[in-house]
C-alpha cells in the first residue's frame, strides 16, 4: 500500500515537499537545531506529556465543546453549522495550545527571555500567559496599528508583565512586528528563545506550533463522532500564518471524503492590493527563514498587506499549507472584510456568540456555503477565538 502524502512530514530537514526547512544563515541553524532537538527530546517525555495535558485540561480548560449553531442553520436554510468553540479556551484563543508548549520548552531549555511577535494580541495574551505561569520574562512586539485596534489585548499583556514594544516601521503591522521581534533575538540567540505565534518560520517552529495545536482537530473528530456518529462533510478555518487551521486540519488529512477548507483574507477585494489572499494570489517564495507562498511586490518583496483582522494580515503562509494546497487536500478560498463584518454581527445576533474578526472569516464561508448544501451536510467550523478584543472597533466602524 503506497504511503500518504501526508504521513511523516516534515522531514529530517524540515520541509513539506518544496517548502519549509531553514532559510537562515549557518549560525542561527544551529540554534534552530539546538531547539530541534530539545523538542524532539522533551516531546516524548512522560512528565512533560504529563504536565502538558493537566494544563491542558485544568488551565485552558480543554476539551473545548462542538457547538451546534441550530439558530444559524435554520436562518440560512441547507447544511447544518458546528462550531469548535477554541473561543472559550483561557486567554480566548487557539493561541495558548501552543504557547504553553513554548514556555516549557523555554524552561526546560535554561533560557532567560521568550520574545514574540503578535498581530491581534492573542498570541502575545496567550504567551505573556504562559510565561507569567512558568516564571520566564516575556517581551512581544506590535505593529503600532494593531496596537491602536487592539487595545483590550495591549492592556492585557501589560497586566500580566509582559514588556511590549510598539514597532513603528514599514506598515507598522504583524510583519513588521515578525522583523522586530526575529532582530532582538539574534541579539542573543543562545539566551534568548523566540516563541513564534504560527506555523510560520525556519524549521522546527512549523512542525512544533502544529503539534501543539493538533489537540483541537484530535478533539474535534472524536467529539463529532461520538455524538453524529460520522464525520463531517466539510471542515473549514481562518488562514494567515495558519495555525488554527493547522491544527484543525492534521486529524482529517487521512479522510478523503472530508472537505477541507482554508479561508484567507480577500480584504476590500481580491481586484485590489488591499487583500492577504497568500495562497490565493501569491506565488512561492522565501519569507522569515521558510520557503512557501508569498505575496510580493513588482521588487521581489513581501507585499504590504491588509485585512480587517491584524491576526491575518501576513504576506507568507505555513510551509504545509503551501504543501497542502499544491497537493490539492485543502481548498483554500477567501472572504472580504465586508463579509467578515457580516459574520461577525449576524453570529453575535442570532447564536449570541461574539467572534474574532479572524474566525469570522471562517464563518462568512459557512454562512454562503450553507444553502447551497443539503440539510444532511454537515459544516464543522473552528471557532479560533472570541471578538471581545475586536467589540470597540467593529463598533466605530460600524458606528453602533
Known sequence: MPQ??????PDTTGHFGRFGGQRIPAELKRVMDEIDAAYEEIRVREDFRQELADLFADYVGRPSPIFHARRLSEQLGGAQIHLKRED????????????????????????????????????GVALATACALVGIPCEIHMGQVDIEKEHPNVTKMKILGADLVAVTRGTATLKDAVDSAFEEYLKDPQQYIYAIGSVVGPHPFPKMVRDFQSIIGREAREQFQARHGRLPDHVAACVGGGSNAIGMFTAFLEDDEVRLVGIEPAGEGLDTPRHSATLTLGKPGEIHGMACYVLED??????PVHSIASGLDYPGVGPQHSYLKEQGRVDYVSATDDECLEAFLTLSRVEGIIPALESAHAVAWAMRTAPTLSADQHILVNLSGRGDKDADYVAARLGL
Do not use: R, Y
Open 4 to 9: 500518504s502524502p501526508f504521513a511523516d512530514l
Open 88 to 123: 472559550l479556551n483561557h486567554t480566548g484563543a487557539h493561541k495558548i495550545n501552543h504557547c504553553l508548549g513554548e514556555a516549557l520548552l523555554a524552561k526546560f531549555m535554561g533560557k532567560t527571555k521568550v520574545i514574540a511577535e503578535t498581530g491581534a494580541g492573542q498570541h
Open 298 to 303: 513588482a521588487e521581489g518583496q513581501p507585499m
